[in-house]
């Protein structure tokens, strides 16, 4: 799966956002052994300790989860916020589980805590070229392996929409729509909801719960005040 | 996926959360409608939408009071208030649109967990792409346009013209009817997805000539061409053979999937350690 990789945006828009990630080799012919739930889990725990932005089960789901309500007074009730514990407790079989960090200082820290561990799991880091660079020198590792994005080749920088497709791209299974991040981006430009709001709004669309909030708040905050 | 016509009271959220833009309200029913041919089964309306429970009579009288006063009834814009969203039993071959389209299930139409492989990402372990290969991933659909078999066709038609072998373990893969021509079976042709990958490994001196494949494919098919490139690093970590060849064609990547080396054979035993307890304040 690539739903991590092809985010738009210049390297410098990644500032704020690193993906780590880890998984078991699931083929047979890999012969890896070992019990990764137990591994992931440990993972997920101690990425928890680094306060990330969200923490994500691809089976699962994120800590910001649609609701159901049962009761039509539901419906003027409180929205649900972001639940790290509901994505560590409902761990129930091993896949890719990733942690979100919206800054350098956490993000390195987990990654030379993670190499400290030495679960055995494979693990991902996915952001700009020059984030992943430095956080494997700030841990002593060298990189074993790295898949480029080559990009959207026809997705001009200037195009009027490019905002959209920043924030709709947070989802690489497309679960976001660019209707619906335009939609939220109108919402914001007319101060019917705050960036957070709107942010934590499209996340809840994302199903391995791999989306920024903080990257999506800081481009709806460069909408609102008309920064292209 | 359907829309209860006795439940849905037209609000129109759902037109603008389905990624392929396929929800409509149809002006003479006065309904959400899917087009269902634009549909990928992606379920990111059913999954996506939170759900409520509003009753639609007593919605649909307030709606219709409300817009004689120029006053709009308005739900929380990622809520579907009456829970109008009710699956479909999917038979062969639209299927194979929910199997490409919904990251939660897995293929059953190819027995293939996702839209791809795990590529370089556990290339520690498994050593997939070695030293002077590059694994070419190569996606068509995204980002919000979605992609027919026929256009995956062309793709892996052209490609395996040129002689190179496809990832067996891919989903698109194993829906061909011949690796050898990059035929893909005739009766899904014709069904769209959100997105899907093409998996190729080539010796690295290939590079330049599969990119420029690519790019000849991608101005026939009417949809987006996203590619990205696995290769692996040296004994420091740097990456030097692929990176050159890549701003040799114009490219100049600014995201990357780095793996980190951390994978092993074994994994870590853990029963001997104390589980730590997940804290309260776990929590953002």
Redesign the interface.
């Known amino acids: 799966m690539t739903n991590t990789l092809h985010r738009y945006g210049k390297s410098e828009t990644f500032v704020d956002d690193y993906i780590v990630f880890s998984l078991p080799a699931k083929s047979k012919a890999a012969g890896q052994t070992g019990d990764a739930l137990a591994a992931q889990k440990r993972f997920m725990q101690i990425a928890a300790e680094y306060k990330p932005a969200s923490l994500g089960d691809a089976l699962h789901g994120g800590s910001l989860r649609p609701t159901r309500s049962k009761s039509i007074f539901g419906h003027w009730g409180k929205r649900n916020k972001p639940n790290f514990k509901k994505v560590l407790e409902g761990m129930s079989k091993a896949g890719t589980m990733a942690a979100v960090f919206d800054n350098r200082a956490n993000a390195e820290a987990f990654v030379k805590r993670i190499k400290e561990e030495d679960l055995g799991l494979s693990v991902n880091i996915s952001s700009s070229i020059e984030n992943a660079k430095n956080a494997c020198k700030n841990a002593g590792i060298p990189r074993h392996s790295i898949a480029y994005s080559l990009g959207f080749e026809d997705v001009g920088d200037n195009l009027p929409g490019k905002q959209a497709i920043m924030l709709s791209t947070m989802c690489g299974h497309g679960m976001l729509s660019i209707n619906f991040a335009q939609k939220m981006m109108s919402f914001v430009k007319e101060n019917r909801r705050t960036p957070k709001e709107a942010a934590e709004t499209m996340a809840r669309f994302c199903s391995c719960g791999i989306f920024n909030t903080t990257r999506a708040a800081r481009i709806l905050e460069d909408v609102r005040i008309g920064v292209k | 996926m359907k829309i209860n016509p006795k439940k849905c009271v037209a609000c129109g959220n759902c037109?603008?959360?389905?990624?392929?833009?396929a929800i409509y309200i149809d002006p003479v029913l006065q309904r959400a409608t899917i087009n269902r041919d634009e549909c990928v089964e992606?379920y990111?309306c059913y999954?996506?939408?939170?759900?409520?429970?509003?009753?639609p009579a007593t919605v649909r009288f307030v709606r219709r009071t409300l817009a004689n006063f120029r006053v709009r009834f308005e739900?929380?814009?990622?809520?579907c208030?009456t829970t109008a969203f009710e699956p479909d039993k999917l038979e062969w071959p639209r299927v194979v649109r929910r199997a490409f389209?919904d990251?939660?299930v897995p293929h059953e139409s190819t027995g293939v967990s996702?839209?791809?492989?795990?590529?370089?990402?556990?290339?520690?372990?498994?050593d997939r792409?070695s030293v002077g290969e590059v694994?070419f991933?190569i996606?068509l659909?995204?980002?919000?346009i979605g992609a027919r078999f026929r256009d995956f066709q062309e793709m892996s038609r052209a490609l395996a013209k040129a002689g190179v072998s496809f990832e067996k373990?891919n989903p698109i893969s194993t829906l061909m009817t011949n690796v050898e021509t990059g035929d893909i079976r005739e009766d899904i042709l014709n069904e769209k997805v959100?997105?899907a990958?093409i998996e190729i490994k080539v010796p690295v001196a290939r590079t330049e000539e599969i990119v420029r494949i690519i790019w000849e494919v991608?101005k026939r098919i009417p949809t987006?061409?996203?590619?990205?490139?696995?290769?692996?690093?040296d004994?420091?970590?740097?990456?030097t053979l692929?990176?050159p060849i890549?701003e040799k064609l114009g490219?100049n990547?600014?995201?990357?999937?780095?793996?980190?080396?951390?994978?092993?054979?074994?994994?870590?035993?853990?029963?001997a350690?104390a589980?730590?307890p997940?804290?309260?304040s776990?929590?953002?």
Request: hydrophobic share 30%; with cysteine.
């Open positions: 037109t603008y959360v389905c990624p392929m833009g992606c990111a999954n996506g939408l939170s759900k409520e429970v509003l009753p739900p929380e814009p990622d809520v208030p389209s990251p939660r996702g839209r791809g492989t795990e590529e370089v990402k556990t290339n520690d372990v498994t792409v694994g991933t996606e659909g995204r980002p919000g373990n959100m997105s990958i991608e987006q061409v996203v590619i990205g490139v696995g290769v692996r690093c004994a420091d970590g740097e990456e692929v990176a890549l490219y990547p600014q995201r990357a999937k780095t793996n980190i080396g951390l994978g092993r054979k074994v994994i870590r035993d853990l029963t350690t589980a730590t997940v804290k309260e776990v929590s953002a």
